[in-house]
């Protein structure tokens, strides 16, 4: 079992922290209310001094509609405590990431211009916190062994059955709220199973997490990007210099540890970028004895819906989203996306492949996409 040394639970003084999110406007449903778990969540928001509605029945109503005026700001300072419903309990393959997905939460309550749940969820872009977590967590085990990703493929296989908690939110960006990652932790820590809890995030509010028995086996990865994309166009989260210290506490807590360069981008000078950026991740490294660490390398891509979505949401941004910059290709299920060109998407693969293995010798790239 992994404890954290006291080192790794003193905090980086010299850093700025950031602002835990206090959303406005919290609904909640009976269901939730009828779980320890959201009564829970109703006594922190309270306490943040959010405003707390009670809803009569179990469907979420009065969201922002999108033609009323600061519907995006309203909807992202919206928090829905509710329950996940059977159909939302049956877990979907996430290729290339890991085994299975699994939701705490839905929703975000980052500011990230090329969000890609734009592109994933539909409906205002409200946070939704699932109240019933004994049921989400007890339904996990008919999954084990069942993947195709790593409990399949010889070169993951010692990772068991992954399970991906932060497909569809930044768990750790609301986990001041819901408390929902810590019970996960500690379920995963003493489930006497071949398995493994993943998530990533873009925040660095780690510390409650450092003491827990996570017993190796928590992935934690932390979302990062180029300086000047992060402070740009990632509003609302952590500074880049931030994650990258939280990093280093968890590693050196014993938690298995992953940097998500996400999403690479083509900008002017994006060598000399990214190279800041592994630079700053090997050196917060530096103290840890040899650290689990993996690195997953995703290219930006969009498609038609998340641009129209995100245009509207973001309308000053200066993000590129040029269809006739990008090459067009079709998804599995037929839709269409736009991503970086062959050659430069060679190039930088390449480049990326051989500066990690620079810089960060003891990681291992999971994949390139």
């Not at 850093?15 to 449903?29: A, E, G, S």
């Not at 990431?97 to 592109?119: I, T, V």
């Not at 981008?265 to 994006?270: F, K, T």
Request: with cysteine; glycine share 8%; hydrophobic share 40%.
């Amino acid at each position: 079992m992994q404890i954290a040394t006291a080192e790794a639970l003193r905090p980086t003084p010299s850093l700025p922290r950031h602002r835990l999110w206090v959303p406005r406007n919290v609904i909640v449903t009976p269901a939730a209310l009828e779980h320890a778990h959201g009564r829970a969540m109703v006594e922190r928001v309270a306490a943040l001094g959010s405003q707390v509605t009670r809803l009569k029945s179990n469907r979420i109503m009065g969201l922002p509609r999108p033609e009323e005026p600061r519907a995006y700001a309203n909807a992202k300072s919206t928090l829905a405590i509710t329950v996940a419903s059977p159909a939302k309990r049956r877990l979907q393959p996430i290729p290339p990431s890991a085994d299975w997905r699994f939701d705490l939460a839905e929703g975000c309550p980052a500011h990230c211009q090329y969000c890609y749940l734009a592109g994933s969820l539909s409906g205002p872009p409200i946070t939704r916190a699932y109240a019933n977590i004994e049921e989400i967590l007890g339904g996990l085990g008919e999954y084990v062994g069942r993947g195709a990703v790593t409990s399949r493929q010889a070169e993951r296989a010692h990772e068991g059955t992954t399970f991906e908690a932060s497909c569809y939110t930044d768990p750790l960006g609301i986990e001041h709220i819901t408390g929902s990652l810590a019970e996960a932790i500690r379920y995963f820590g003493a489930w006497d199973a071949d398995v493994q809890l993943r998530w990533t995030t873009k925040y660095d509010g780690v510390d409650p997490l450092l003491p827990l028995p996570h017993g190796g086996k928590t992935r934690v990865r932390f979302s990062v990007n180029a300086e000047a994309v992060a402070r740009k166009i990632e509003g609302g989260t952590a500074p880049l210099a931030s994650r990258l210290a939280a990093m280093g506490r968890m590693a050196r807590a014993g938690y298995p540890v992953g940097l998500t360069i996400a999403p690479i981008m083509a900008i002017e000078g994006w060598r000399e970028a990214y190279t800041a950026l592994l630079d700053g991740a090997a050196a917060e490294l530096a103290g840890t004895t040899t650290p689990d660490l993996t690195v997953e390398l995703i290219t930006h891509r969009f498609t038609p819906s998340s641009k129209e979505v995100l245009t509207g949401w973001y309308p000053g941004s200066s993000l590129e989203m040029d269809e006739a910059a990008r090459t067009r290709k079709l998804t599995k299920f037929g839709s269409v996306k736009y991503v970086y060109p062959k050659e430069t998407m060679r190039e930088m693969r390449g480049w990326f492949e051989r500066a990690v293995a620079d810089r960060l010798p003891a990681a291992r790239v999971l994949y390139w996409t």
